[in-house]
């Protein structure tokens, strides 16, 4: 049985706990966007979800609404998108303490693993990673969100399969050694 839109919706909220709407709309962009922003609407007036700022951010319920967007989990999600949702079977929002990875998810039967690393704090997850050692399961496939090509060459050694940029179009390309 196929799950429903309204279902795939909710279920996308429900793990990221807050998210721009945006962001929703381009991760389901195998759907028309008059239909999820109905089913979003839907959503919102059965009670299920909590939207602020004239809509413009979606979350699971008014006590998410005081927090704020995590851009790393953004990022994740939108290298997330690029494998297409219908592909993808499962994916699960990992805790803080397993920084610097964001996201796990399923595609064509294969595990993923998406890390953000920013310049900004690349030296306090590189010491994390250090630290770690950076346990990445063998049959995961680990890809790194990094801002510039050294970077992700650099955490190859600590057990990344690829490294990913975004390009001027905002769309993200990946690396591997």
Do not use: H
């Amino acid at each position: 049985m196929k799950e429903s839109l309204s279902a795939k919706l909710y279920n996308f909220i429900q793990t990221f706990g807050i998210i721009p709407t945006d962001t929703i709309i381009s991760y389901f962009k195998n759907y028309d966007d008059k239909d999820i922003k109905w089913n979003l609407k839907t959503l919102k007036m059965d009670g299920r979800i909590w939207q602020i700022e004239s809509n413009t951010i979606t979350c699971i319920n008014q006590a998410n609404s005081k927090l704020s967007v995590d851009n790393e989990t953004i990022t994740a999600i939108k290298v997330m998108e690029s494998f297409n949702c219908d592909d993808v079977d499962y994916y699960f929002k990992l805790s803080t303490k397993e920084r610097p990875k964001q996201i796990t998810f399923v595609c064509k039967e294969k595990l993923y693993d998406i890390s953000v690393i920013t310049e900004k704090d690349k030296f306090i997850e590189m010491a994390i990673l250090e630290n770690q050692l950076l346990t990445n399961a063998d049959e995961s496939i680990n890809i790194v969100v990094v801002e510039n090509k050294e970077t992700g060459k650099n955490l190859f050694k600590y057990g990344y399969d690829a490294y990913c940029m975004f390009n001027s179009e905002n769309e993200p390309v990946f690396y591997q050694e």
